[in-house]
DNA sequence: AATTGTGAAATTGTTCACAGCA
DNA sequence: TGCTGTGAACAATTTCACAATT
């Protein structure tokens, strides 16, 4: 049972999205050194990520494009649906429920919430939006896995807490702010402000040389 | 000329964020130990990232919450207005030109651009719409230096070549395929699916430790 | 002949532990 | 005394290099 670290199931995701590319371009087998050359990676770091979960290739060959796309996609979940509930229907959660990516991977966005009471009882893209305050019935009513949190900073923590008390263990947070759970939570962070400056980081420092 | 890693760059961010939370809530002065409690961090992490770039702190007392803040700022870039072009208007493009953070770091969308005829010289938020056909002008005469891309998958390679072109050296890119650019082009990619994709992943295999 | 799968080596990133200083 | 700054120790990750396999 080893430990998997973040930077290889974040390589499993590139490797996913490339395969599901060289599939519809007709490839039928791939070599780990075609995969890393679109991914700016190295043969061997392909190799390496993917032999933890088993040896999926043939040597003297490479990989069967579908069949390894199969696998991964296996090991990151994609091969069933997830119920997910987004929080927050303001600028970034509107534009998350019409996000394509998400269907595409079966992520299937099941519950709406906000507190505004001119959004509740809605529709928004098809779906009926419901008070926060009925965010806990719900989310367990409807076997929710994965909550998208999408409000406001000063509301965030609040909303997790309710969240967890659900019994929801996976929570995407995109309130610019870091979020109390308990050690069984996963939580992912995503901040859009935090990529820029990354990117003015670069500009201010170009001295400096940094990693890509 | 020490070669800094991309995760002490997205500490320095966590870091400033924290030191602007800690400067309003009326902490004059903070320790390495405070400010790693806050981030999940050790103290020496915080320390030894912040020793890059210099010391900043005195010993036995600790950090001015002010000072390093602002010593951060100036390390990240935040200390002046950086004139962005965003592409693509669709729903992520849109929720991005009304994202609150962006304009209070410093980040200033100057020009929008799509090439939808419904949406080209007509008023987005206050800003003008322009066509997709004039990009390489405006980036030039605008004196663009970072420019957000948020276009369709197809149309990101093409988008990117034009923007490249221009001179534009740092690239923040939404839309879900890597992009290819020169060795001297900074592109920062986010990609929504890949941290849903890193739940499941969570939920699919709680047999494997995953770091946080 | 080509390419995988994988221990071992190299590199990178994190933590320790303590000297140095207010 | 308390806390920073940092070289050295340790841990994690990546790359190398080659045996194994088709």
């Not at 995407?172 to 759970?181: G, W």
Request: some cysteine.
């Amino acid at each position: 049972m080893p430990k998997i670290s973040d930077s290889t199931i974040r390589r499993l995701s590139m490797y996913y999205r490339s395969l599901s590319e060289f599939e519809t371009k007709g490839y039928k087998t791939i070599s780990s050194e075609h995969l890393a050359k679109t991914e700016k990676l190295t043969p061997a770091q392909v190799r390496k990520d993917l032999s933890f979960f088993g040896s999926f290739g043939t040597r003297g060959l490479g990989y069967k494009t579908r069949e390894l796309k199969e696998r991964i996609g296996k090991i990151l979940g994609l091969d069933h649906i997830w119920n997910v509930a987004l929080i927050g229907l303001g600028n970034v959660g509107s534009a998350l429920v019409s996000y394509k990516e998400f269907q595409k991977q079966g992520f299937l966005i099941k519950l709406l919430f906000d507190n505004d009471q001119r959004k509740i009882n809605k529709k928004h893209k098809g779906i009926l939006v419901s008070d926060v305050k009925d965010l806990v019935e719900k989310l367990k009513n409807n076997k929710i896995e994965i909550v998208i949190i999408a409000v406001p900073t000063q509301a965030a923590q609040e909303v997790a807490d309710l969240v967890v008390s659900a019994g929801v263990k996976t929570i995407l947070n995109f309130a610019p702010t870091r979020i109390k759970v308990p050690q069984d939570v996963v939580v992912r962070f995503v901040n859009m402000a935090m990529e820029l400056e990354h990117l003015s980081f670069c500009l201010s420092n170009q001295d400096f040389s940094v990693a890509t």
